[in-house]
């Protein structure tokens, strides 16, 4: 069935960079648009970025603005997010997400870390 496992996370220094992974199956992946949100501790999950099935359309929030970028590779079922410029703030679990038969599937999740 769905299945979204992301990977990539870990600690970075402020200014740093990370470059996370979502690995999809079970649907047809390139019929669909994909979805990072990001969750802190006793805050709401929040979407951070989203792009179309053929990748031709983004959209950020505007913290990840000008640092962040969302891409897809059909080929190989995969949605990354390559996070510049890493500030405190983007310290959260990442979870990759897509709306599959008016359901939302989720990955576990990956943790993302930026102190000094």
């Known amino acids: 069935q769905v299945q979204l496992v992301e990977s990539g996370g870990g600690l970075a220094q402020p200014g740093g960079s990370l470059r996370l992974s979502c690995a999809a199956s079970?649907?047809?992946?390139?019929?669909?648009?994909m979805s990072w949100y990001r969750q802190a501790p006793g805050k709401e999950r929040e979407l951070v970025a989203s792009?179309?099935?053929?990748?031709?359309?983004?959209r950020y929030a505007d913290s990840a603005k000008g640092r962040f970028t969302i891409s897809r590779d059909n080929a190989k079922n995969t949605v990354y997010l390559q996070m510049n410029s890493l500030k405190p703030e983007d310290t959260a679990v990442y979870y990759c997400?897509?709306?599959?038969?008016?359901?939302?599937?989720w990955g576990q999740g990956t943790q993302v870390t930026v102190s000094s």
């Open positions: 997400k897509v709306d599959y038969q008016t359901w939302n599937y």
């Open positions: 079970g649907f047809p992946f390139r019929m669909y648009a």
């Open positions: 792009i179309s099935s053929t990748g031709d359309f983004r």
